[in-house]
Nanobody, 123 residues
Framework: QVQLVESGGGLVQAGGSLRLSCVVS????????MGWYRQAPGKQRDLVARITRGGTTNYQASVKDRFTISRDNAKNMVYLQMNTLKPEDTAVYYCTANVLLSVLFGGTWREAWGQGTQVTVSP
């Protein structure tokens, strides 16, 4: 029905940068909000940043001045530029999108998730 595939994770030293990308594909008619969440070992999954179709953004307070979320509506992609990374940013990062499925799959809105990409920041 819908697939989200993340890329761009990896290992980086503290103070470094990474750029995550996520592409949405499948039997979709439209995409509303898109976002990034993260989950560290033993912790709950938390919002990192979200962006509306019109470009309005909101961020978790701890990343607001370091991370930037953006999207390309023509390509069904969302990005997360992460600068000045800290060891506490280490987590699996998940892409999410609020998508309208085609009528073949019910014609309803649903929140879809990617499989996640590991980001590890060494001290």
């Amino acid at each position: 029905q819908v697939q989200l595939v993340e890329s761009g994770g990896g290992l980086v030293q503290a103070g470094g940068s990474l750029r995550l990308s996520c592409v949405v594909s499948g039997s979709i008619v439209s995409i509303n909000d898109m976002g990034w969440y993260r989950q560290a070992p033993g912790k709950q999954r938390d919002l990192v940043a979200r962006i509306t179709r019109g470009g309005t953004t909101n961020y978790q307070a701890s990343v607001k001045d370091r991370f930037t979320i953006s999207r390309d509506n023509a390509k069904n992609m969302v990005y997360l530029q992460m600068n000045t990374l800290k060891p506490e940013d280490t987590a699996v990062y998940y892409c999410t999108a609020n998508v309208l499925l085609s009528v073949l799959f019910g014609g309803t809105w649903r929140e879809a998730w990617g499989q996640g990409t590991q980001v590890t920041v060494s001290p």
